[in-house]
């Protein structure tokens, strides 16, 4: 395997690292009873990029939350003792959440906040974070929406984290890293050749991807903060569908250097890659499960494209759906319970379904004509995916319960190819 220099990556990121336009958020379908809150605006903050505003958007994008605008609030503590329930219950606010900066001499600020029960009175969570940087502001709010999130709900959040999506103008590629809301777009990489299966690594350290270089298909790992990347594959035919292993040691792909596309798992610390699945029919689209143990991949060996999967150390291969003629594209949930897939059905095109492994129950989640590339978020609450419609092209998200639903789009360019983020380290 060869690695490109380091400052060739550090000078790739300062070239295309560039804002991009930021995808543009939209809920196009909510919970269907949200849970009020307050959020209080902090002391001595303010502005668009204030924790509250950031904190609010946060909860108000999930679809479960509706926070109480700023002018209906009777008053506005900051701190505990300051708190007068009985004005957050004539809002009609279940919780409420307040906070406050203090800023420190070196230019860095303290940051405070606090979580209440408005029927109780009872304090949920709070926390105290100093010597915070101006710079990681946003990046702290998202975290004290997970928290409160959290709270309330008892599942982990996921503001805090980012997605990687490819966009499209023209022949112009680019692969594209965002927060979790949009903002601060990163491009990391710019190409006039097509960028397919961008995945992340399970410490949130690379991305891997499959292009072409010298007019031949590859398999890339990217480093995110330096631009550093490594060619994995680039063996003749098809080199495609990269899936880190959850040890971030290994790589399954699909090679075709053998005769037929098979699944192949290749150790990135070197040696060949390895083939664990034989047969003479396609097999393709690797996911591995969260303990390592299997590949789940797409197979057309029965006819039709069908979900099976294998041990990671190759074995005995085993048809995992049975429901329809049409179920590709694994994703396998953080728990290892559930997979999403594209489900396809005669007049109703292709839709993201989801199937519990245990009971085999599949549940179709979204309206399609052409939805495809799901892939969870890492609290297994959320599925990101690719939509089409009438030659247009955006993500969107769906809940796993099917009901609450964002559209995620780039003005005048195509977006497809999702993927997210492993949960960051704390601010």
Not at 111 to 119: D, K, Q, S
Request: aromatic share 8%; glycine share 10%; no cysteine.
């Amino acid at each position: 395997m060869r690695f490109d220099l380091r400052w060739m990556g550090l000078l790739l990121l300062a070239l295309v690292g560039a804002a991009r336009a930021e995808l543009r958020i939209e809920i196009t379908q909510g919970a269907a009873q949200t849970i009020p809150i307050a959020v209080v605006p902090y002391a001595n903050d303010g502005g668009a990029d204030s924790i509250h505003a950031v904190v609010g958007a946060d909860l108000t994008r999930s679809g479960q939350f509706r926070v109480v605008a700023d002018e209906q609030m009777l008053s506005r503590p900051t701190e505990a003792a300051q708190v007068d329930f009985r004005d957050w219950q004539l809002v009609m606010a279940q919780y409420l959440t307040i906070g406050r900066i203090l800023p420190q001499p070196d230019g860095r600020f303290t940051a405070e906040f606090e979580l209440f029960n408005v029927a109780t009175g009872q304090r949920m969570t709070g926390a105290r974070f100093p010597g915070v940087a101006p710079a990681s502001k946003r990046r702290l709010a998202h975290h004290i929406a997970d928290l409160i999130y959290e709270a309330i709900t008892g599942v982990r959040g996921v503001f805090g984290t980012r997605v990687t999506y490819v966009t499209q103008v023209g022949n112009n590629y680019e692969l594209q890293i965002a927060d979790a809301d949009g903002y601060n777009p990163v491009t990391v990489l710019r190409t006039q050749e097509p960028i397919l299966s961008p995945t992340w690594s399970a410490d949130g350290r690379f991305v891997a991807y499959a292009t072409y270089a010298n007019r031949r298909a590859a398999i890339f790992r990217q480093d995110v903060s330096t631009g550093v990347r490594q060619l994995v594959s680039s063996f003749p035919g098809l080199n495609g569908a990269p899936a880190f292993s959850p040890d971030g040691g290994r790589i399954a792909m699909v090679l075709s250097k053998d005769g037929n596309p098979d699944i192949y798992v290749m150790d990135l610390a070197g040696g060949p890659p390895r083939r664990v699945s034989q047969h003479y029919a396609i097999d393709t689209e690797p996911n591995w499960s969260p303990d390592g143990r299997y590949i789940y991949f797409t197979s057309d060996r029965s006819g039709g494209p069908q979900v099976y999967r294998v041990p990671a150390s190759g074995g005995a291969e085993e048809r995992v759906t049975f429901d329809g003629n049409y179920n590709t594209r694994p994703a396998v949930s953080p728990d290892g319970r559930k997979i999403a897939m594209v489900h396809g059905a005669a007049g109703r095109g292709y839709r993201i379904a989801v199937l519990d492994i245990a009971s085999r129950r599949l549940d179709v989640l979204t309206d399609g004509p052409l939805d495809e590339s799901p892939g969870f978020a890492p609290n297994g609450q959320v599925i990101i995916y690719t939509t089409k419609s009438g030659g247009a092209e955006a993500l969107a998200t769906v809940s796993i319960d099917g009901n609450v639903r964002q559209r995620l789009g780039v003005v005048q360019a195509k977006v497809r190819e999702p993927g997210w983020s492993p949960f960051g380290a704390t601010p």
